[in-house]
C-alpha cells in the first residue's frame, strides 16, 4: 500500500448514493455495501464520483425529483462526513482535497431522463456539481438509443440529444457513453467537442456483452481524445461467468426484486431479510478474480494507450465483485496487478486516475473557451 501513496487513485462510477437511500452510515464498515470511508481509506482512494442513477420506469418529474433526492442525500453524507469527505467539481479541487487528508467526491449522473428536454434541468444539475452525464441505462429515452434493452427508437442520439451534446461541451460537463449503443457512441464521437467518456465499461473482444466496447470502438474513442474507464462487473469481465452459473442468475433475480421492494420501504422487514440474506449468498457465489480486470485494461491500453484508460468499478450497482476485489479497500490491488505486470509508475499514476482528472480539466477549458 504505501508504494501508491503518492499515486492519485480515482474511481468514475459507484452506486452509492442508492445505497444512501437504505440509510448506510458512511462512517463505518457496513456489511452489504462495497463502499464506506474505512474501506475507502484502507483502499487508498482519492476520490470517488458518486453515480445519481435514476431507474429506467421513472419518467418526468418523478426521474427529475428522484435524481434530486439522491443529490441531496449525497449533500448530507459529504456534510456529516466532512473531517473525510469533500464535494470535487474540478481537478484542482480533487488535489487540493488530498493536500488536506480529504477523500474527493465527484457527481456524475446516470441516465439523462431526469434532466426530461429542459436544459434548465441540465444548469440546475450542473449547479449542483455533476460532471458527467451517462446519457441513458438499460432503456432508450429521449436522448438516445441504449445498448440494452434498445428498441432501436433513434437510430442513434435523438433530434434533442444532437443540441445536448452542445450544451454539455459549454458547460464543461462530460458525455458518458456507457450504456449507449453502438450507434449512439459514433454519434457522441461525431456532435461532441469535447472528448467523451465510456465511465463504467469494458472490452467486448474479452467478453461479449453489447455494454462493453469493441476493439475499434475504443481505438476511435482514444483518437478523439476520450477514455475507456474498466467496470469490474464479473458479468462484464467473463463472459462465461453469468451463463455457466445458473445459481448465480437466480440469486440476482431474488435479490434486485426484494431489493427494489425494501428501496420503497425500509419498515419492511420481509423485504429487508430476503435481501440482506441474498446477498450473503451472493458472496458465497465463486467470481472471476482481479486478473480479469487487469486483463480488460492490458487489452484497453494495447489498442488506444494507456493514457486512455482508467477505472469505474461499478461498486454498489453490482451484486457480485471478482475475487480480490471484493469492495473498495482492495483497490490498491489493481496498481500492484499493474506493477507486476510491467507498467512504470507513470503509466499506472494515469490509469489510477489521473488520466480521467486530466479529461476532466479539458472539458473545462473547453467550455470556458465556448463561452467566451
Given at each position: 500500500?504505501?508504494?501508491?501513496?503518492?499515486?492519485?487513485?480515482?474511481?468514475?462510477?459507484?452506486?452509492?448514493?442508492?445505497?444512501?437511500?437504505?440509510?448506510?452510515?458512511?462512517s463505518v464498515r457496513n456489511?452489504?455495501?462495497?463502499?464506506?470511508?474505512?474501506?475507502?481509506?484502507?483502499?487508498?482512494?482519492?476520490?470517488?464520483?458518486?453515480?445519481?442513477?435514476?431507474?429506467?420506469?421513472?419518467?418526468?418529474?418523478q426521474a427529475t425529483e428522484?435524481?434530486?433526492?439522491?443529490?441531496?442525500?449525497?449533500?448530507?453524507?459529504?456534510?456529516?462526513?466532512?473531517?473525510?469527505?469533500?464535494?470535487?467539481?474540478?481537478?484542482?479541487?480533487?488535489?487540493?482535497?488530498?493536500?488536506?487528508?480529504?477523500?474527493?467526491?465527484?457527481?456524475?449522473?446516470?441516465?439523462?431522463?431526469?434532466?426530461?428536454?429542459?436544459?434548465?434541468?441540465?444548469?440546475?444539475?450542473?449547479?449542483?456539481?455533476?460532471?458527467?452525464?451517462?446519457?441513458?441505462?438499460?432503456?432508450?429515452?429521449?436522448?438516445?438509443?441504449?445498448?440494452?434493452?434498445?428498441?432501436?427508437?433513434?437510430?442513434?442520439?435523438?433530434?434533442?440529444?444532437?443540441?445536448?451534446?452542445?450544451?454539455?461541451?459549454?458547460?464543461?460537463?462530460?458525455?458518458?457513453?456507457?450504456?449507449?449503443?453502438?450507434?449512439?457512441?459514433?454519434?457522441?464521437?461525431k456532435y461532441s467537442k469535447?472528448?467523451?467518456?465510456?465511465?463504467?465499461?469494458?472490452?467486448?473482444?474479452?467478453?461479449?456483452?453489447?455494454?462493453?466496447?469493441?476493439?475499434?470502438?475504443?481505438?476511435?474513442?482514444?483518437?478523439?481524445?476520450?477514455?475507456?474507464?474498466?467496470?469490474?462487473?464479473?458479468?462484464?469481465?467473463?463472459?462465461?461467468?453469468?451463463?455457466?452459473?445458473?445459481?448465480?442468475?437466480?440469486?440476482?433475480?431474488?435479490?434486485?426484486?426484494?431489493?427494489?421492494?425494501?428501496?420503497?420501504?425500509?419498515?419492511?422487514?420481509?423485504?429487508?431479510?430476503?435481501?440482506?440474506?441474498?446477498?450473503?449468498?451472493?458472496?458465497?457465489?465463486?467470481?472471476?478474480?482481479?486478473?480479469?480486470?487487469?486483463?480488460?485494461?492490458?487489452?484497453?491500453?494495447?489498442?488506444?494507450?494507456?493514457?486512455?484508460?482508467?477505472?469505474?468499478?461499478?461498486?454498489?450497482?453490482?451484486?457480485?465483485?471478482?475475487?480480490?476485489?471484493?469492495?473498495?479497500?482492495?483497490?490498491?490491488?489493481?496498481?500492484?496487478?499493474?506493477?507486476?505486470?510491467?507498467?512504470?509508475?507513470?503509466?499506472?499514476?494515469?490509469?489510477?486516475?489521473?488520466?480521467?482528472?486530466?479529461?476532466?480539466?479539458?472539458?473545462?477549458?473547453?467550455?470556458?473557451?465556448?463561452?467566451?
Open positions: 500500500m504505501k508504494d501508491f501513496d503518492n499515486i492519485y487513485i480515482l474511481d468514475s462510477h459507484c452506486d452509492t448514493p442508492s445505497m444512501l437511500i437504505e440509510g448506510i452510515d458512511l456489511t452489504h455495501s462495497h463502499v464506506d470511508i474505512p474501506r475507502l481509506r484502507e483502499g487508498g482512494v482519492d476520490a470517488i464520483f458518486f453515480s445519481i442513477y435514476t431507474p429506467v420506469t421513472y419518467f418526468g418529474n428522484y435524481a434530486i433526492n439522491l443529490i441531496s442525500k449525497s449533500y448530507m453524507a459529504i456534510s456529516d462526513n466532512c473531517e473525510d469527505l469533500a464535494l470535487a467539481r474540478t481537478a484542482s479541487d480533487a488535489y487540493e482535497n488530498k493536500k488536506n487528508g480529504k477523500i474527493s467526491v465527484f457527481l456524475g449522473m446516470e441516465n439523462g431522463t431526469p434532466i426530461q428536454e429542459d436544459f434548465s434541468f441540465l444548469h440546475l444539475f450542473n449547479d449542483f456539481g455533476i460532471r458527467y452525464l451517462t446519457l441513458c441505462h438499460n432503456s432508450d429515452n429521449q436522448i438516445c438509443d441504449s445498448a440494452v434493452g434498445t428498441h432501436g427508437t433513434w437510430g442513434g442520439l435523438s433530434p434533442f440529444g444532437k443540441r445536448l451534446l452542445e450544451e454539455l461541451n459549454s458547460l464543461g460537463i462530460l458525455a458518458d457513453c456507457s450504456h449507449a449503443s453502438d450507434a449512439t457512441f459514433y454519434d457522441m464521437l469535447a472528448p467523451i467518456i465510456a465511465s463504467h465499461s469494458s472490452c467486448r473482444k474479452l467478453c461479449n456483452h453489447p455494454r462493453n466496447m469493441t476493439d475499434q470502438m475504443i481505438r476511435d474513442l482514444s483518437s478523439e481524445g476520450g477514455l475507456v474507464q474498466i467496470n469490474f462487473y464479473p458479468r462484464f469481465i467473463d463472459e462465461s461467468f453469468a451463463v455457466e452459473n445458473q445459481r448465480y442468475r437466480r440469486l440476482s433475480e431474488f435479490m434486485e426484486k426484494w431489493q427494489a421492494i425494501y428501496r420503497e420501504d425500509l419498515y419492511n422487514d420481509i423485504a429487508k431479510d430476503n435481501y440482506f440474506s441474498a446477498i450473503e449468498e451472493l458472496k458465497t457465489i465463486k467470481t472471476p478474480g482481479i486478473s480479469k480486470v487487469v486483463d480488460h485494461i492490458d487489452r484497453a491500453v494495447i489498442l488506444a494507450g494507456y493514457e486512455s484508460v482508467g477505472l469505474g468499478s461499478d461498486f454498489d450497482g453490482i451484486d457480485v465483485a471478482p475475487r480480490g476485489l471484493e469492495d473498495i479497500s482492495s483497490y490498491y490491488k489493481i496498481a500492484s496487478e499493474l506493477k507486476s505486470r510491467g507498467y512504470s509508475t507513470t503509466h499506472i499514476e494515469a490509469i489510477m486516475g489521473g488520466n480521467l482528472l486530466r479529461v476532466l480539466d479539458e472539458a473545462a477549458r473547453l467550455a470556458s473557451f465556448l463561452r467566451s
